[in-house]
Nanobody, 128 residues
Framework: QVQLVESGGGSVQAGGSLRLSCVAS????????MGWFRQGPGKEREGVAV?????????YMTDSVKARFTISRDNAKNTVYLQMSALEPEDTAMYYC????????????????????WGQGTQVTVSS
């Protein structure tokens, strides 16, 4: 079993920055793809960014955040980060850490049903 714990959410003004962290525990060696989903008020859950836990493949990111967010990993700390800059009110959402025992791949990574484990979420609120 895998446990995912997020931290780093908060309230910021538009244009500000936040860094989210997700620490994995349990059967961490089973994790191959790890990253972030979000769900804003009245919106469906959407994939934000995911990254392989091994190798040098480029991460997958949704178009609306590519120029503003960066996903990275620290395998020694079993942690994945989401550095968010130039935040916009539209980024307001609950951000969830996700993981799966398959390598990240196009066509699958955006489906919430592809992920085996979910964290409890951390709230990000961006005011204008």
């Amino acid at each position: 079993q895998v446990q995912l714990v997020e931290s780093g959410g908060g309230s910021v003004q538009a244009g500000g920055s936040l860094r989210l962290s997700c620490v994995a525990s349990g059967d961490i060696f089973s994790i191959k793809c790890m990253g972030w989903f979000r769900q804003g008020p009245g919106k469906e859950r959407e994939g934000v960014a995911v990254i392989d836990t091994g190798g040098n493949n480029s991460p997958y990111m949704t178009d609306s955040v590519k120029a503003r967010f960066t996903i990275s990993r620290d395998n020694a700390k079993n942690t994945v980060y989401l550095q968010m800059s130039a935040l916009e009110p539209e980024d307001t959402a609950m951000y969830y850490c996700v993981s799966t025992p398959e390598w990240c791949r196009r066509g699958s990574w955006t489906s919430q049903y592809w992920y085996k484990h979910w964290g409890q979420g951390t709230q990000v609120t961006v005011s204008s």
